[in-house]
């Protein structure tokens, strides 16, 4: 159990329904993947061989954007604790108390939250094959719940609470660097390689992940439990898991775009540690 008591939430920046369910044809959709890739937490597209769909649905199961938008609509506190949409519904509203109180100018994402395909408003069509992403056109986080599953059974993830809150909170990371101009800073430094401009904005999403950890469970406005240590080693299972060393299987850094798994668990601590955004400067660091 991460969330504590129970009551409602906010869903209003919540939405599971509109855009989704078709894949756009044609020759835009690379570019589109292109584009979008640098700001995902993880690519399973890439190390699952692109076998389209996997884990796309549960059960066999396809879930329409109305099933989703009523299950959102339904998600309590109480909820938060067993759901997983409900999960990451009650995540978003936790970053949205948090990210006020530490920079200037904070304005709420919006987050979607899709099952197979989604048509984003500034990032084109994605499928779910993409995993969780921000979009900056159009300010909003996108997740198919089912890339959890994928996460903890093919990628070595953690399906514990936390290890999937902080793939919640690695997106909003993307939303506050877009808020603080940071985004056009890191495509200026390039899209891959060991300190390119890609490593080190979604080093850094992990470092706001971790300062988001830091102060989620504090204060009267506190919306987790007290963190335990079992908890912050979920996420560190996670984020070793998505390391692109780990994810690849070799050490040849040429084509990384996240980081290695050391860099991106060192950077998640960094942040967690110092509760300081002001901390997460992978920009000036010598050393990542
Ligand atoms: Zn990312």
């Known amino acids: 159990m991460t969330f504590r008591g129970d009551g409602p939430l906010d869903t209003s920046g919540v939405s599971g329904s509109g855009g989704g369910g078709r894949i756009a044809i044609g020759g835009g959709v690379g570019i589109i993947v292109a584009i979008v890739a640098v700001l995902f937490g993880v690519n399973p597209g890439d190390i699952l061989g692109g076998g389209g769909g996997s884990g796309s649905s549960v059960a066999g199961q396809s879930t329409s954007d109305q099933q989703i938008d009523n299950q959102i609509r ?16 009650a995540t978003t509203n936790s970053l949205d108390r948090v990210w006020p109180t530490l920079i200037e100018g904070y304005v709420k994402p919006k987050t979607r939250i899709f099952a197979q395909s989604v048509t984003t408003d500034g990032c084109g069509t994605a499928s779910s094959d993409v995993g969780p992403f921000y979009c900056p056109g159009d300010q909003t986080a996108y997740f198919d719940p089912t890339f959890f599953a994928t996460l903890a059974d093919r990628l070595g993830g953690s399906d514990a609470p936390l290890a999937q809150e902080y793939v919640v909170a690695h997106e909003f990371g993307h939303h506050v660097q877009n808020l603080m101009g940071t985004m056009d ?7 891959a390689g060991p300190t390119s401009g890609s490593v080190r904005l979604e080093l850094q999403a992990d470092c706001y992940a971790g300062v988001w950890a830091y102060h989620a469970d504090k204060g009267p406005d506190a919306m987790l439990e007290p963190l335990t240590q079992q908890q ?14 780990t ?6 850094s040429e084509g990384w775009t996240h980081g290695s798994s050391a860099q991106r668990v060192r950077w998640f601590s960094t942040g967690y540690q110092s509760g300081d955004p002001r901390s997460c400067d992978t920009f000036s660091a010598r050393s990542l």
Do not use: F, M
Request: with cysteine; net charge neutral.
């Open 74 to 89: 339904s998600c309590t506190i109480a909820k938060a604790n067993t759901d997983t949409i409900c999960r990451i519904v």
């Open 185 to 191: 800073k890191a495509q200026r430094l390039g899209s």
């Open 232 to 245: 912050i080693s979920d996420v560190i299972v996670t984020a070793k898991a998505i390391g692109d060393d």
């Open 247 to 252: 994810l690849s299987g070799n050490n040849d």
